[in-house]
């Protein structure tokens, strides 16, 4: 059976982290797909009597996307240690040979496009890489990194930690909005069940807040994953990872009572920065929506640019303009591959990635006008040349 591309090797080197007491970073993105892979491999190592030494989450807010300057310098200090970039990575060209300077030995597994070239690391893991064989491409990085623990454990973990597993790795698939077919069919059809039974504290506490709202499971999960996918920065950890770990309910549950609420007030958020976007397009027939604002919340603009788009079937890039660069989300309809659309305009990019339906990018502010100008150059080119290009969602 064709394996994902170097995820034996992966499997092997975190193995031989473990057996040789090397100190083990995970890095992971901080949506609820790089929440779950870093639980999902945290547990493995540990179940695997290994050490982590250190767990970081970039603040995206204050931080770029992706593996960071700012998060580099902060780990620094663990130096020399095996670096595990989770659900980021793919294009963080400057950052990995900053990692690899401080001494830190870089596996990056993710699932995000691939671009023309890719960075210079340990070991790489991506379905998505031009050389990789493995027929299904539109897993979560959860899912790759679920793979990954199996191989780990030589396809024998055992029968409790694997529905714990497989209940991540549902809830990371699902928050990512992945095709549900193939290998996520299966991850979802077997961890939703386990989701709603769930050991987990903060899992529990969380079920009790949705249940009576929700016509059906498949609701109280997608409930919860509203909650905890859009998830501020505690101390380097998501609010979802800590939700996710808690040991009791007692534990959990004023940050769970804190993030309810607050998911509430994002909604109410997201609804104003939509009518915003609306009236500014209102009298605007481009054949893309590019708008921007210096007070809208960056990580709520996913969400925004998600309704946009599905609503007006075009590219839609929806930023935050800061004082001297801007930030922004980008969602594109079937038959449009955002990422390939910037990548033609990357010279005035800073950063970009993510999928082909959605995607994100940062620049300077001196280039938004000439990015735009760019975008409309390259809509134009799709839809004269290629027509419908074959084209997801969490940047």
């Not at 400057?94 to 699932?111: P, S, T």
């Not at 409790?160 to 992945?178: I, S």
């Not at 038959?335 to 005035?348: A, F, P, Q, T, Y």
């Amino acid at each position: 059976m064709v394996e994902i591309k170097n995820l034996k090797k992966a499997a092997q080197r975190i193995l031989s982290a473990i057996k040789k007491n090397e100190r083990i970073i995970l890095y992971g993105d901080a949506d609820l797909d790089g929440t779950t892979s870093v639980i999902i491999l945290e547990e493995a190592i540990k179940n695997l009597k290994g050490e982590i030494s250190a767990i970081y989450f970039p603040d995206r807010e204050k931080e770029n996307y992706g593996l960071t300057e700012t998060g580099l310098n902060f780990l620094s200090p663990f130096a020399p240690a095996l670096l595990i970039c989770l659900d980021l990575g793919i294009t963080n060209f400057k950052e990995v040979k900053l990692a690899r300077e401080k001494g830190f030995k870089v596996i990056i597994i993710d699932h995000h496009e691939a671009l023309k070239e890719i960075p210079e690391v340990l070991i790489l893991v991506d379905p998505k890489q031009k050389t990789d064989k493995y027929p299904f491409k539109q897993l979560a990085a959860c899912g790759v990194v679920y793979k990954l623990a199996q191989l780990m454990f030589k396809n024998k973990i055992p029968s409790a930690l694997e529905q714990n597993f497989l209940e991540l790795t549902a809830l990371g698939t699902l928050a990512d909005m992945m095709a549900e077919i193939d290998d996520n069919k299966i991850y979802i059809e077997k961890g939703l069940p386990l989701i709603i039974s769930s050991f987990r504290p903060g899992l529990r506490v969380l079920l009790k807040l949705v249940r009576n709202n929700s016509n059906s499971e498949r609701e109280m999960v997608s409930r919860i994953i509203s909650i905890l996918n859009i998830s501020e920065i505690k101390n380097h950890l998501t609010e979802s990872y800590l939700i996710l770990n808690s040991s009791t309910e007692a534990e959990v549950q004023e940050l769970t009572q804190e993030i309810f609420q607050k998911s509430f007030e994002r909604s109410l958020k997201i609804k104003e920065i939509v009518g915003e976007v609306e009236t500014c397009i209102s009298q605007n027939s481009d054949p893309i929506i590019f708008e921007g604002d210096v007070d809208w919340t960056y990580l709520l603009l996913g969400a925004v640019a998600s309704r946009i788009c599905n609503k007006h079937k075009k590219p839609t890039f929806i930023f935050k303009i800061g004082e001297k660069e801007s930030k922004g989300s980008v969602r594109a309809p079937k038959g449009i591959n955002s990422v390939k659309m910037m990548e033609d305009c990357s010279h005035l990019l800073k950063m970009f990635g993510g999928h082909a339906a959605a995607s994100g990018f940062t620049l300077a502010n001196e280039n938004l006008e000439k990015f735009k100008n760019c975008l409309l150059s390259n809509i134009e080119k799709y839809e004269k040349n290629n027509g419908k290009n074959n084209g997801k969602n969490n940047y």
